[in-house]
């Protein structure tokens, strides 16, 4: 049973342009997201997350936004660069649980 | 190393043969996860490790999986009588316990024949 959804398995975007990758998840009791970002024959490493307590966190390029009553976020970066052509996974867990819950995940591709 | 070890890093095997994963955690990290990814899916729960604690198994998807800590380090994941449908990257992540970021090793690409 998929609580975390990843709807778009890939995405196309030219370099100094946004990209957006979307996620849904299904559990009402998740308050922590995260977001990893995995490039092939590495493991995920972990890029930003955001509370339920909050509707948006940034970092440098990097923002996401929660939207709890859709039970949906998203991961904005602005502007794309070749570097960040990568697998992306969203994650989720709940009350301090320590086991996450990803989604299968969203290859991006920058193009020059 | 400063960050997680795993291997081997690809291990073919045979049906019914049994196989053996190791994950080496970053050094002073008392959580320890193994996850595993099939092909075209997100990262599967399988065992959690935290201090001297009994382990949370609730992922293991059959008896024919196990997974020990030896000295509350180094971990094995060991499948016996694998089946083609064990074939996945096996991840190995450990943190210090906090909820949110782990840290993965590269993975265990296994394959069964």
């Known amino acids: 049973d998929q609580q975390v959804k990843q709807n778009s398995p890939s995405l196309s975007v030219q370099e100094g342009r946004i990209s957006i990758l979307n996620c849904d998840y299904t559990?009402?009791?998740?308050?922590?997201f995260l977001w990893y970002k995995k490039y092939p024959a590495e493991g995920p490493t972990f890029l930003i997350s955001?509370?339920?307590?909050?509707d948006k966190n940034e970092d440098g390029r990097f923002t996401v936004f929660l939207n709890k009553s859709a039970k949906h976020l998203s991961l904005h970066i602005v502007p794309s660069q070749p570097g960040d052509s990568a697998v992306y996974f969203c994650?989720?867990?709940?009350?301090?649980?320590?086991?996450?819950?990803f989604g299968a995940g969203t290859t991006v591709t920058v193009r020059a | 190393g400063a960050g997680v070890s795993q291997s081997p890093s690809n291990k073919v095997t045979e049906k019914g043969k049994d196989v053996e994963l190791r994950c080496d955690p970053i050094?002073?990290?008392?959580?320890l996860y193994w996850y595993r990814q099939s092909l075209g899916q997100g990262l599967e729960f399988l065992i959690y490790?935290?201090?001297?604690?009994?382990?949370?198994k609730s992922g293991l998807p059959s008896d024919r999986f196990s997974a020990e800590r030896t000295g509350g380090s180094v971990s094995t994941l060991t499948i016996q009588r694998t089946q083609q449908e064990d074939s996945a990257v096996y991840l190995c992540?450990?943190?210090?316990?906090?909820?949110?970021?782990?840290?993965f090793g590269e993975g265990s690409r296994l394959t069964v024949l």
């Open positions: 992540a450990s943190t210090t316990g906090g909820t949110g970021e782990l840290f």
């Open positions: 559990n009402s009791m998740f308050d922590y």
């Open positions: 955001i509370s339920s307590i909050k």
């Open positions: 994650a989720a867990s709940a009350g301090g649980d320590y086991k996450l819950s």
């Open positions: 050094s002073g990290h008392t959580a």
């Open positions: 490790f935290q201090g001297n604690s009994a382990p949370d």
